[in-house]
């Protein structure tokens, strides 16, 4: 509680234990209308495993990583299941990534809202970066930049 009153923080990536799902409930319950408090290791972009959390209030959020559950179609899954809850999604890159920037596609084409590709200081970061760029010329008028909007209940 103390470090959310002195420090300016919006949102707060696996802040407890993967198997600690009880201690994630007590957090979300107390934290979550203050915090986005994205769960990655909890739920490794796992439908079923996101469903229980959903029920159980175990987070606000979910980091999603496409290769992480094997499908795309489960990975549409885990993001539909996310957003129909009223969560946050922030679709992330992988260690060991490569120039593919299809991460950059899948936030837009699902109005994830956020991403998470690392700083643009390397090739395979900043493909990613450029494809939203090259994203939004396409879309040209017609494209929506969601902005702070995806973080606004949690602005004090």
């Known amino acids: ?7 300016p923080m919006i ?3 696996d802040g407890l234990g993967e198997d600690d799902w009880e201690s994630w409930g007590v957090m979300t319950e107390r934290f979550g209308s ?4 994205v769960a990655d290791d909890v739920y490794t972009t796992n439908p079923t ?3 229980k959390g959903i029920q159980d209030g175990t987070s606000n ?24 809850a009223g969560w946050g999604v922030v679709i992330s890159h992988r260690s060991g990534e490569t120039e593919d920037s299809s991460i950059a596609d899948l936030a837009v084409g699902t109005s994830a809202g956020q991403i998470k590709a690392g700083a643009p200081a390397r ?4 493909a990613k970066y450029n494809r939203l760029l090259r ?14 909007s995806v973080i606004d209940k949690y602005l004090i």
């Not at 509680?1 to 420090?7: F, Q």
């Not at 203050?34 to 408090?37: E, H, I, M």
């Not at 090739?123 to 900043?126: M, Q, V």
């Open 49 to 51: 495993l996101i469903r």
């Open 11 to 13: 949102s707060i990536e």
């Open 135 to 148: 994203i939004e010329d396409e879309l040209g008028g017609n494209a929506k930049y969601a902005g702070m």
């Open 1 to 7: 509680d103390a470090w959310l009153n002195e420090y």
């Open 34 to 37: 203050r915090v986005q408090l």
């Open 123 to 126: 090739g395979e970061r900043t």
């Open 61 to 84: 959020a979910v980091l999603v990583k496409l290769n992480q559950i094997g499908t795309v179609t489960r990975t549409l899954e885990a993001i539909r299941m996310t957003q129909d």
